[in-house]
């Protein structure tokens, strides 16, 4: 059975730097594509950022520039680092196996202004 932890999330001012991590377990992680996600109170799910199997990424435009995707196949993890924060970034952040449609439980993340 495939599980995502995804950690890392917390409360933080706005600029600083938060990096999230989901550890996958239950699957074969290096030739899965991989995404995180996010939720703000109210509002759709949204992708934030992916990356495939060969370390392709992708990002949403509103974090272009600020967050980074990577991974570590040895460690079957995947992580977010999110730079530049802003209260707009608030939301539980979701580890997504894209290829399997498995999530995680989330981890949320609290800008202050």
């Known amino acids: 059975q495939v599980q995502l932890v995804e950690s890392g999330g917390g409360l933080v001012q706005a600029g600083g730097s938060l990096r999230l991590s989901c550890v996958a377990s239950?699957?074969?992680?290096?030739?899965?594509?991989m995404g995180w996600y996010r939720q703000a109170p109210g509002k759709q799910r949204e992708l934030v950022a992916g990356i495939g199997s060969g370390g392709d990424t992708r990002y949403a435009d509103s974090v272009k520039g600020r967050f980074t995707i990577s991974r570590d196949n040895a460690k079957n993890t995947v992580y977010l680092q999110m730079n530049s924060l802003k209260p707009e970034d608030t939301a539980v952040y979701y580890c997504?196996?894209?290829?399997?449609?498995?999530w995680g439980k989330g981890t949320l993340v609290t800008v202050s202004s």
């Open positions: 997504r196996d894209d290829d399997l449609d498995y």
């Open positions: 239950g699957t074969i992680f290096s030739i899965e594509a």
